[in-house]
């Protein structure tokens, strides 16, 4: 039967040890607690960290933590010191986790980290690969992994892999900076599904990959040589019922169960008849905006002096990360400024904020949830943020009111909420005074709309729809309407080839024998490729003819000293073997003069692109424009060009990355069956990468051997991923001659 198979840097128990005996608890932190329900009810096992380095755990206990993990249908990697280091603590959390959150100012590049990232990354590959058999279902999470995917791929290159990113995904202009950034993409696109948390993150990431390894984006769709990765925003929701449920039984419990911290908290609420609570609950991070709260609210406490002795801050900051210099740095900060305000606004009976610094159990939380009728959460980035949505989960009777800051992902989900700018302080404490006052049928109101959506989509729905996204990218790469060419097929068409009495190969230029080059005229063939062709047109029983886009006059240069027919501007001339050429369609050439000036506009505004003069058509190439700008302005040239040339006979055809205006009657599909007439070809073969060459695939004989290069939408019967396979199938042509 097949399984998902989850991996994240950590698994979602926390192994310890104490007085020689092991103890398990929940790992925190978004991801783990999010994601551990579905691993619960689902048939997956989950790979990942046990959160002790090999060294901590002693030699006679390291069955047993296996062991342990195994209970919970895990499987523990286990990690040194040295890697922890280099991994975990440098690279991840010293490099990734800084520039995606946009702290560029703490991201470090150092090429040791990198290393070892690389090393723990194949160890995590290496250990999925162990337990992978076909048909699972791969799925790889967050930073600390990017580069798993492409790892796994590269083993089990028809295995399901998706990807999910639980943080945010930066800007290009941010991205860019990295300077392992063409390995980092590479690696996530091992997957067949990406996952982000929000459409921002997502087309951050298009536009990075679009940009810098300049893939063809298009929507949400990257086409690589031989495969296509989807990308897609699914926002993670919470285990709903869990803390809905766990909040109904806090209030039935009675006075005799209640903990420690309930009672602390009730007697604040007893103090006076106005008394509020306000929460917040973050692991000691800085992009949590911890510092910036607490000055919102000294700044609050400041201008609304009647609310001193009302209202208190619950401040829970879980310790997290605390080997990296910034997180230590964070922590004297907070001291510092927590003991700061305490001192300024203290009382005898009374102090500002209350400020725990260590993780509680999952009861506790729910305590402070139910409890406190404000939070305040306001980082300055985070990739979602769960407590938000645990908090107004926990909400039964609809009351509470949520401050949350714009950058945090849940954000986009949660508009019923305070939405602040943490930067802000200003109108962080002006939002506190409109919680304080806002009236109980207001938060009802709000709280049930918000409630609504987290209720439907809960974590096992997110889960769910991931999934099903990934198993369609299956489905679809088996309903791919052409047929890849592998060695049987190969075989196939070899015998056809050897059969028959009568063979013509139509083999266009550019994108297919050669790759594209940012200029045109640098694509020229090389000896190898010359000889090629030479052999193959030797052979009495076979035509070769390069049928091009290109103008007659490069490609009669390149091919010179080659006896190979020439068709250029998709069958404006043909050259005979013996090179000549001829004009073979009747076509105009007056329009060029008014069309240039408007493509001339167009270059102009769109820096990188350029106008190639051909003897009867134009082309506007706009493969060095920025990705994004060279779509638009080819969707908006295309549309004036339209308009201009209507009733003129002539056509504008869109390449890759180029558009070509010129005469209706001209295209490689008329200049193919022409070649045909008169001839009693068995064997007629023809291959292309662009749009040009569709219509030789749809005009020639049906029981025609057509093949497009690249995984594009096309009429052809096969495809092949690129001019290395292209190459292939034509020595394989030449052997069989
Ligand atoms: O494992 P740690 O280094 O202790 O860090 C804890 C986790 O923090 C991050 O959580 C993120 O995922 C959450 C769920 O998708 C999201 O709500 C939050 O905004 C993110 O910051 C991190 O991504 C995890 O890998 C860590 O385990
Ligand atoms: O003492 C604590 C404090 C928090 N959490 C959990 O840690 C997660 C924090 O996730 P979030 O997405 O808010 O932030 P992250 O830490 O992942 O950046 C939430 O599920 C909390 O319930 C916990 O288990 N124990
Ligand atoms: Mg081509």
């Known amino acids: 039967m097949s399984k998902t198979i989850i991996i994240s840097n950590r698994l979602p128990l926390q192994i310890s040890?104490?007085?020689?005996?092991?103890?398990?608890?929940?790992?925190?932190?978004?991801?783990?607690?999010?994601?551990?329900?579905?691993?619960?009810?689902?048939?997956?096992?989950?790979?990942?960290?046990?959160?002790?380095?090999?060294?901590?755990?002693?030699?006679?206990?390291?069955?047993?933590?296996?062991?342990?993990?195994?209970?919970?249908?895990?499987?523990?990697?286990?990690?040194?010191a040295n890697e922890i280091d280099g991994f975990y603590y440098g690279?991840?959390?010293?490099?990734?986790?800084?520039?995606?959150?946009?702290?560029?100012e703490y991201t470090e590049s150092d090429d040791d980290y990198w290393h070892t990232y690389k090393e723990v990354n194949q160890k995590y590959a290496d250990e999925i690969l162990k337990h992978y058999k076909e048909g699972d279902v791969i799925w790889v999470h967050d930073y600390q992994l990017l580069l798993v995917p492409n790892m796994v791929r590269e083993q089990a290159p028809d295995a399901i892999i998706g990807f999910f990113n639980h943080i945010p995904f930066p800007s290009y202009e941010v991205f860019r900076t990295l300077p392992w950034r063409d390995e980092v993409l590479q690696g996530m696109l091992g997957a067949d599904l990406i996952g982000f948390h929000t459409y921002d993150y997502e087309r951050h990431f298009l536009s990075s990959v679009s940009r810098i390894l300049r893939h063809q984006v298009d929507f949400n769709q990257i086409t690589l040589p031989d495969r296509i990765v989807k990308v897609d925003s699914f926002p993670m929701g919470i285990d709903y019922k869990k803390f809905e449920q766990a909040a109904l039984d806090h209030y039935e419990s009675?006075?005799?169960?209640?903990?420690?911290?309930?009672?602390?908290?009730?007697?604040?609420?007893?103090?006076?008849?106005?008394?509020?609570?306000?929460?917040?609950?973050?692991?000691?991070?800085?992009?949590?905006?911890?510092?910036?709260?607490?000055?919102?609210?000294?700044?609050?406490?400041?201008?609304?002096?009647e609310y001193i002795e009302k209202v208190r801050l619950v401040m829970l900051a879980v310790p997290s990360r605390s080997n990296v210099p910034q997180y230590r740095r964070l922590k004297r900060e907070i001291d510092e400024l927590v003991g700061r305000i305490n001192g300024k606004f203290s009382t005898v009976s009374w102090t500002p904020i209350w400020y725990f610094y260590r993780s509680m159990p999952f009861e506790n939380l729910i305590d402070l949830y139910t409890t406190c009728e404000i939070a305040l959460l306001t980082p300055i980035r985070d990739g979602m943020n769960l407590v938000a949505k645990e908090y107004i989960a926990t909400r039964t009777d609809h009351t509470g009111v949520l401050i949350?800051?714009?950058?945090?992902?849940?954000?986009?989900?949660?508009?019923?909420?305070?939405?602040?700018?943490?930067?802000?302080?200003?109108?962080?404490?002006?939002?506190?005074?409109?919680?304080?006052?806002?009236?109980?049928?207001?938060?009802?109101?709000?709280?049930?709309?918000?409630?609504?959506?987290?209720?439907?989509?809960?974590?096992?729905?997110?889960?769910?729809?991931?999934?099903?996204?990934?198993?369609?990218t299956k489905e679809n790469r088996e309903s791919f309407q052409s047929i890849k060419i592998n060695s049987e097929i190969t075989q196939e068409i070899m015998t056809k080839f050897q059969q028959a009495e009568r063979r013509i190969l139509f083999i266009d230029y550019d994108g297919t024998l050669v790759n594209f080059t940012d200029k045109p005229e640098n694509a020229r063939p090389d000896a190898d490729l010359k000889e090629l062709i030479r052999d193959l047109n030797a052979d009495d029983k076979t035509d070769v003819i390069l049928i091009s886009g290109r103008d007659k006059d490069t490609l009669g240069t390149w091919w010179k000293d080659v006896p190979v027919e020439l068709i250029s501007e998709h069958g404006v001339w043909m050259r005979q073997i013996d090179g000549e050429w001829e004009l073979s369609e009747n076509v105009k050439s007056e329009w060029m003069d008014a069309v240039r000036p408007v493509i001339e506009n167009f270059v102009d505004r769109t820096p990188g692109?350029?106008?190639?003069?051909?003897?009867?058509?134009?082309?506007?190439?706009?493969?060095?424009?920025?990705?994004?700008?060279?779509?638009?302005?080819?969707?908006?040239?295309?549309?004036?060009?339209?308009?201009?040339?209507?009733?003129?006979?002539?056509?504008?055809?869109?390449?890759?990355?180029?558009?070509?205006?010129?005469?209706s009657g001209v295209n490689k599909g008329k200049a193919s069956t022409k070649k045909l007439v008169g001839k009693d070809y068995d064997f007629i073969f023809a291959i292309g990468d662009d749009w040009t060459d569709e219509y030789m695939f749809e005009d020639l004989p049906e029981d025609s051997v057509t093949v497009k290069v690249g995984i594009k939408k096309t009429s052809a019967r096969y495809y092949v991923e690129g001019t290395l396979k292209v190459r292939t199938l034509l020595e394989n042509f030449r052997k069989n001659n």
């Open 17 to 80: 040890i104490s007085e020689d005996h092991l103890e398990v608890t929940p790992s925190v932190g978004g991801l783990a607690t999010g994601l551990k329900s579905f691993h619960k009810d689902g048939d997956s096992i989950w790979i990942g960290w046990p959160g002790m380095t090999e060294e901590e755990i002693p030699e006679n206990l390291k069955n047993k933590v296996q062991q342990k993990a195994r209970e919970e249908n895990c499987v523990a990697v286990h990690l040194n």
């Open 91 to 104: 690279f991840s959390n010293r490099t990734i986790w800084p520039l995606f959150h946009y702290f560029m």
């Open 254 to 305: 009675t006075s005799a169960d209640q903990s420690e911290l309930q009672k602390r908290l009730d007697h604040h609420l007893e103090s006076t008849p106005d008394a509020k609570l306000i929460l917040s609950i973050d692991r000691l991070d800085y992009t949590k905006g911890i510092a910036h709260r607490i000055r919102a609210y000294e700044y609050f406490l400041d201008k609304n002096p």
């Open 404 to 472: 949350l800051s714009e950058m945090a992902g849940a954000a986009h989900e949660m508009n019923e909420a305070l939405i602040i700018n943490p930067n802000n302080f200003e109108q962080v404490a002006e939002a506190l005074k409109t919680a304080f006052e806002m009236p109980k049928e207001e938060q009802i109101e709000r709280n049930k709309m918000l409630q609504k959506r987290l209720r439907r989509y809960s974590v096992e729905k997110w889960a769910g729809d991931f999934m099903k996204s990934l198993r369609s």
């Open 609 to 663: 692109t350029f106008i190639e003069e051909k003897n009867y058509s134009l082309a506007w190439h706009y493969r060095k424009a920025d990705p994004e700008l060279g779509e638009i302005r080819a969707n908006e040239l295309s549309t004036t060009l339209k308009e201009l040339i209507s009733n003129r006979g002539l056509s504008v055809l869109e390449g890759n990355k180029v558009l070509e205006i010129k005469s």
